[in-house]
């Protein structure tokens, strides 16, 4: 016990750089973290979660859903209701998320490797400069991999367990729903387990009793999950609309084929620019670190496809799928954040396949590698510590943004829609009514699709472009003001 105690403060004493480097009282335009906090703010002053004075319309299904799940609204909610919108706070929160997930998945590694190899991994990978930069979005990607990872490893752990044991494991399978509902992806790959476990039944690979066992314990916690998820959705969290319709529909495509190699050739160098940062003139060896992790990565794969990790090859593989039949891949790794762990699991398997020559110590070539890694992260990760006070660009802190937002919570008269291309952020310091543009870059196409929600003025986010601008003057609306961030335009079916 003491020994494990041991390890996990070494790691949380390792990763607490995360606590104190890149902790801002800003955030950039983003918009989903918006759509959080205003309904985390609902939640912490017992309003219905969903309501907001976003207006939503299907031109642009892509942009987001009417409202969120409840899931990371509520783990939110807390923090909301104690500081407010301080964004420095909600940085530390996400970070001890952050902490508290490397946590879990050195757990997971430590079951299987040394703990020289598994607190290795968790520094290449989580003193990394991109989870410096990915703490500080207020999204539900890290909170939602955490569930995720712990859902697996309460139904890997599921043997011999008591029947409140596993109606915990049903609770934190829904609740990982509740936060993304990809997490459907889960019960799904445990009832293909169960199928796979029958036909070894059928096969004599394994006794009566075995599978009596499994299918009574996998239908405790699926039918609990089930029950837990129709309690949240429709009695603590009920809503005016489905979600899962809204989802489903982003999935329509017409040329999967493409698409799918597509979206391969993407989510491969997105792995890849995990590895590649600033290190000036010895940027070469970024090169040899990105092609060396992909090459165990891949040697990994196949090694662990045949080895006795089958339920979490299976959730790999299922998860990928979905991720690589999503037409939409411009958010970069964070949708494979939730396999992450599979994926190092993968990468240390590869690099045990690797044989030394005699002679060699492997731990202390080990070492000079972690080693080279880490130094790479060194200038990036300094200078995210030395901007830490500077407002993120493009964003609604920065002078001029602030000066915008002032303007248009003095000025715009109560009711007045405004849309814009980030209105969710717009709503949630304006507390003005917003919607979205519609989707596309044929500006009378645009324009036309707009008459659907009839906004009072088009607001125009400078750093974001000029497809507003473009609008605003194809459709002859009136420039009323505007400063170094922004402009604001009374649509012409308005003008008085």
Aim: net charge positive.
């Amino acid at each position: 016990m003491k020994k494990t105690l041991f390890e996990y403060l070494l790691v949380i004493l390792l990763l607490s750089p995360l606590l104190f480097i890149n902790i801002r009282d800003s955030h950039d335009w983003g918009d989903d973290f918006a759509g959080y906090l205003r309904q985390a703010k609902n939640i912490s002053e017992g309003k219905p979660f969903y309501q907001s004075k976003f207006e939503f319309h299907d031109y642009n299904p892509v942009y987001s859903p009417p409202y969120y799940s409840y899931g990371f609204p509520l783990l939110l909610a807390p923090v909301v209701k104690a500081y407010g919108l301080d964004f420095k706070a909600l940085d530390r929160y996400m970070s001890l998320w952050t902490i508290a997930w490397a946590l879990l998945i050195f757990g997971y590694l430590r079951r299987y490797f040394s703990l020289f190899t598994s607190v290795s991994f968790i520094l290449l990978f989580f003193l990394n400069p991109f989870f410096f930069d990915f703490k500080t979005n207020v999204i539900s990607d890290i909170p939602f991999a955490f569930f995720f990872l712990l859902s697996l490893f309460l139904y890997i752990d599921r043997k011999s367990k008591s029947i409140f044991y596993q109606f915990l494991a049903g609770l934190i399978i829904a609740f990982t729903i509740g936060i993304r509902g990809v997490g459907v992806v889960i019960p799904l790959v445990i009832l293909l387990d169960l199928f796979i476990k029958c036909i070894s039944f059928l096969l004599k690979n394994i006794s009566k009793e075995e599978v009596k066992s499994e299918i009574k314990e996998t239908s405790i916690i699926l039918f609990s999950a089930t029950a837990y998820i129709l309690i949240l959705n429709n009695v603590i969290f009920p809503t005016p609309a489905n979600l899962n319709q809204h989802f489903i529909g982003l999935f329509r495509y017409e040329h999967y084929s493409d698409m799918i190699l597509k979206n391969l050739d993407v989510y491969t160098t997105e792995f890849n620019n995990l590895f590649h940062h600033d290190v000036g003139k010895y940027s070469f060896s970024i090169q040899y670190t990105s092609a060396f992790m992909l090459v165990l990565l891949v040697i990994g794969f196949v090694n662990t496809l045949l080895s006795r990790h089958r339920f979490e090859m299976m959730v790999l593989i299922t998860f990928c799928l979905v991720v690589v039949l999503f037409p939409y891949s411009n958010q970069g790794f964070r949708y494979l954040l939730p396999v992450l762990p599979i994926l190092i699991l993968c990468i240390i398997q590869g690099a045990s396949s690797i044989q030394t020559a005699p002679g060699y110590n492997k731990t202390f070539l080990a070492l000079l590698f972690v080693i080279f890694i880490l130094l790479q992260y060194k200038k990036e990760v300094r200078m995210m510590r030395d901007n830490q006070t500077t407002p993120i660009w493009p964003g609604p802190f920065t002078e001029d943004s602030r000066k915008a937002i002032d303007h248009i919570k003095s000025a715009i008269p109560e009711g007045a829609l405004i849309a814009c291309l980030k209105p969710r952020a717009i709503e949630l310091f304006t507390d003005q009514l917003t919607c979205v543009l519609p989707i596309g870059n044929d500006i009378p196409d645009i324009a036309n699709k707009l008459k659907v929600a009839k906004p009072d003025y088009l607001l125009s986010i400078k750093d974001l472009g000029t497809r507003v601008d473009s609008l605003a003057h194809y459709r002859k609306d009136s420039l009323i003001w505007e400063n170094n961030a922004c402009r604001l335009y009374l649509c012409t079916d308005h003008q008085k």
